[in-house]
């Protein structure tokens, strides 16, 4: 490498080695010592770039620009996103869920996941839960006292308050941060592998801001959740954005008032497959709103207000002065839904 341009690359990627360390490894090979090697993997040309995934996937070359954000893009195509999107429907669970694992929340601004909070999220995996909060959960923000962007909060184990990250957005500080509460959150003797692995990938609807409501997460979403209020949107097919926009704006207004004694989960279900919770229900015209109270008594409420959110908090604010009238379920059952 005596061209010029080969000793800009290495200045580029000797850079890049040190500001990516710990997220990424970066390897030099000499050819002639390592022959074999560099056989095996079809080295022809030099200088050469190879990028070896985690397994199975297989090596293959870079050909694009020497840069840093180039370079990086690629790698981070390869890491998982272990994260968890955590909003007001799932918070509770977020939080209390496998609670003998430390819980790491990145506030944040801007749509995605960071790429340094993904590699965290990997390389602590079942050790720590990560979860990201939206700036429009304004209930979760509040509750954190967050108001700068991103922010990072450790939730420890048995602590009753949080901590809050002041560092630098860098990587190494920030796995120093996180490696605190990983190494102190099992119990002697404890089980290492009952932190309920069954969940979020058997399951997505748990993580699911408004999922949908069938045979298969019905009941973990509401219908067998005690104390709370189900919020069902029945629509002809997946809800339009402009509604679950609706829905999420519901979400938030109701958030606050979670702690005056009444819990919502909000789902939907399709009005094409669920006939018989139409039935039960007598909803003839969709979208509509229905209220579902699971307790002992499994009643229902249809609302008649228009789905704007002019129209939508009045249904509530009735709910909680208890002036809504709930009809009983045919036989004190919650329609068996389908698949």
């Known amino acids: 490498m005596n061209d010029g341009k080969s000793l800009e690359a290495k ?46 996937a297989p090596v293959f070359p870079y050909e694009g620009d020497i840069k840093s954000k180039a370079i990086i893009s690629s790698l981070g195509r390869f890491v998982d996103n272990k994260t968890i999107e955590v909003h007001s429907n799932n918070v509770d669970s977020f939080t209390n869920d496998n609670a003998n694992l430390p819980k790491i929340l990145l506030f944040s601004d801007k749509a995605g996941v960071p790429l340094i909070f993904k590699v965290l999220a990997v390389q602590f995996d079942k050790k720590i839960t990560f979860g990201v909060v939206r700036k429009s959960e304004s209930t979760i923000v509040n509750k954190y006292k967050v108001t700068k962007f991103p922010r990072i909060v450790a939730l420890p184990v048995g602590a009753k308050k949080h901590q809050t990250y002041e560092g630098e957005n860098k990587f190494k500080n920030l796995f120093d941060f996180v490696n605190v509460y990983s190494e102190t959150f099992f119990k002697v003797g404890e089980d290492k592998t009952k932190a309920s692995e069954e969940t979020k990938a058997d399951k997505p609807w748990l993580n699911e801001k408004l999922p949908e409501l069938n045979n298969k997460s019905g009941n973990d979403v509401c219908f067998k959740v005690e104390g709370v209020i ?16 609706i829905m999420s704006e519901l979400q ?88």
Request: charged share 25%; hydrophobic share 35%.
């Open 11 to 56: 200045k580029e990627i000797e850079s890049m080695s040190l500001e990516y360390d710990g997220m990424f490894k970066f390897a030099a090979i000499d050819c002639q010592e390592f022959s074999e090697l560099c056989n095996k993997n079809e080295v022809r040309e030099f200088p050469s770039y190879k990028i070896f995934p985690p397994l199975p």
């Open 252 to 339: 938030n207004y109701l958030s606050p008032k979670i702690d005056r004694g009444i819990k919502y989960k909000f789902g939907w279900i399709n009005s094409e497959t669920q006939s018989q919770f139409l039935e039960a229900t007598g909803v003839s015209s969709v979208p509509k709103i229905v209220l579902v109270n699971p307790g002992k008594r499994k009643r229902f409420y249809v609302s008649d207000e228009e789905l704007n959110l002019e129209s939508l908090p009045n249904v509530f604010d009735k709910l909680a002065s208890g002036d809504l009238r709930f009809k009983v379920f045919p036989g004190n059952n919650v329609p068996e839904l389908a698949e």
């Open 230 to 245: 189900c919020v069902v949107l029945v629509s002809n097919g997946k809800p339009e954005n402009k509604i679950i926009d």
